[in-house]
């Protein structure tokens, strides 16, 4: 199971053992992933169903499962009964299971899900009290807590103390940044009102694994994009991008949360009127005497926060000096840090 197609041959290989095993005699027969259900007309065709799906390889050894006493038989997170033709569902948790979750100080709904799962998959309501009951008390081993609301009980995970704070939600960069954010935040009288949520950053499985990898096409007319990067470029959001004159190599960087394309066809309409307030406009009437020019558009970083993204801007006029840049983004970003500086230390 080392490689990322074996599950999918795993798959392949039982279906064509079953195949050649069930006969007419299995009324029912359902798998999911290695635990089936089954259900035969009599005991021999089950017996006879168990060992003719062994026979086929060394390596594969079904095993069995009959019903207890009370006529249950454990399927995955289920129990399942028939009785007088009415199939019966209850939540079951194996005896072996530790009852262990995420504590209640976390921000994952894990205790959310496991409680909704037992009271959905039961299908009488005495099955689905017991359920409810055997959730609530997995819930109360670890830390959470139970409100009433309306006719409905129902248990909500929250982290104590701080029911009442405001979270600053912050991308994760190390534990030293965070450890000074937090040194920030007590500084300045707000540890008791600011609650700091290190969000996680990128990791490489969604650098490297993407769907439709193939499937990115262009969608502007006469890109000045594309050629310089990546179909599909045009139709990314949240960027920080570079246009550039082929002429004379003046830049003008900007930043957008639209479709670039959207983006790049204002300067374009800007450039044909020669619109002296807007960049483009204002070099072709200064740089090119009102004579028309061609320009590249590249993308120089992603970012989906508003205001990680106008930093970021900044930062890049800041690095390379664009001559059409009127640099009124840097002096907007320097008066927004401002009142922290003295906080930073710096």
């Not at 109360?140 to 139970?146: A, C, D, E, I, K």
């Amino acid at each position: 199971m080392g490689y990322r197609i074996a599950p999918v041959l795993a798959v392949i290989f039982l279906d064509h053992i079953e195949k050649s095993s069930l006969t007419s005699a299995i009324l029912f027969y359902k798998r999911y992933i290695d635990d089936v259900f089954v259900i035969g007309t009599t005991e021999e065709d089950l017996v006879e169903t168990l060992k003719r799906l062994n026979s086929h390889d060394a390596n594969i050894a079904f095993t069995r499962k009959d019903p207890g006493r009370d006529g249950f038989l454990p399927f995955l997170n289920t129990k399942v009964r028939i009785s007088e033709g009415y199939k019966e569902h209850l939540w079951y948790r194996k005896s072996a299971s530790s009852n262990i979750l995420l504590h209640s100080r976390s921000a994952h709904p894990v205790y959310m899900n496991m409680y909704r799962t037992a009271v959905e998959v039961c299908t009488g309501n005495e099955e689905r009290e017991e359920s409810r009951r055997l959730a609530l008390q997995i819930a109360n081993l670890n830390g959470y807590t139970t409100r009433q609301q309306g006719s409905r009980s129902r248990s909500r995970p929250f982290p104590y103390g701080t029911e009442d704070k405001m979270y600053l939600q912050l991308p994760f960069i190390s534990d030293r940044f965070s450890a000074v954010i937090q040194q920030c935040l007590k500084r300045a009288d707000l540890a008791n009102d600011v609650f700091l949520v290190n969000t996680p950053r990128e990791n490489i499985k969604h650098q490297l694994v993407r769907n439709r990898l193939y499937g990115r096409i262009c969608i502007m007319d006469n890109c000045v994009i594309c050629p310089y990067g990546k179909a599909g470029d045009c139709a990314q959001r949240a960027v920080v991008y570079q246009l550039q004159c082929l002429t004379f190599d003046a830049c003008y960087i900007g930043e957008t949360g639209r479709q670039l394309c959207v983006r790049v066809n204002e300067h374009l309409a800007s450039k044909r009127r020669s619109c002296s307030i807007a960049p483009l406009g204002k070099h072709r009437r200064e740089g090119h005497a009102g004579c028309d020019f061609d320009v590249k558009c590249t993308i120089l970083t992603y970012e989906y926060s508003i205001g990680a993204r106008k930093t970021l801007e900044a930062f890049w006029i800041r690095h390379r000096n664009p001559s059409l840049n009127n640099k009124n983004e840097c002096i907007n970003i320097t008066g927004d840090l401002l009142p922290y500086i003295p906080l930073c230390e710096l």
